[in-house]
């Protein structure tokens, strides 16, 4: 999928693990090298901090 739509169209990752983890969690090796190569170049990164919706939901229910 990621070959496909590499520089023909956006894709949106959603992920709960940092950046520099990725590689590992991949698999690590060739593999995970070339994932990243076409995800991380020409990327534009959100960061939404460390707010956990879970969390805040939870707390808000029990009130």
Request: with cysteine; hydrophobic share 35%.
């Amino acid at each position: 999928i990621i070959e496909r739509r590499y520089d023909s169209g956006s894709t949106i990752y959603c992920t709960q693990f940092r950046k520099s983890d990725w590689h590992k969690r991949l698999g690590g090796g060739v593999h995970a090298d070339a994932i990243m190569d076409r995800i991380v170049h020409n990327a534009v990164w959100f960061d939404t901090g460390q707010l956990n919706m879970r969390e805040q939901l939870a707390k808000a229910s029990t009130n």
